[in-house]
């Protein structure tokens, strides 16, 4: 409890948060956490998408990111690449069961749609 009032526990998160968007860059260019939660949320919204239940909060910015990344338990959600344009967004997924042979590889890109909100555009297994 101590480490939680002093802050450093918060600020571990914080951290973590940052290393993940710096990782996730594509090209070096400008990619801040924001614009990965706004693709998590979108990914969210995507109908007859199973890691839609542990996204479906990921526009809280009190949730921190690393909730959201399941590597090694079940159910598993990898973001494997990502790139983001100002109108675009291609992301290639993993999810699902944790062994290799039954693990969903997928792509999706997502365009702005009129009022700036990402939305799906084509979905497609890899």
């Known amino acids: 409890m101590r480490c939680w009032r ?11 948060e940052l290393e993940i ?8 260019k400008g990619l801040a ?4 939660r706004e693709v998590l949320e979108a990914l969210a919204f995507i109908e007859a998408f199973p890691p839609a239940q542990i996204l479906w909060n990921a526009g809280h910015m009190d949730v921190p990111l690393h909730c959201f990344f399941r590597t090694k338990h079940e159910p598993i959600f990898k973001i494997k690449h ?4 100002p109108m675009r967004v291609l992301v290639r997924l993993e999810y699902g069961k944790a062994s290799k042979e039954q693990i969903k590889r997928e792509e999706i890109v997502l365009r702005r749609d009129s009022k700036l909100r990402l939305e799906l555009a084509t979905r497609r297994e890899v």
């Open 21 to 28: 968007g710096r990782r996730l860059v594509a090209g070096g």
């Open 33 to 36: 956490w924001v614009r990965l």
């Open 82 to 85: 990502i790139e983001i344009e």
């Open 6 to 16: 002093s802050g450093k526990i918060r600020s571990r998160h914080i951290w973590k």
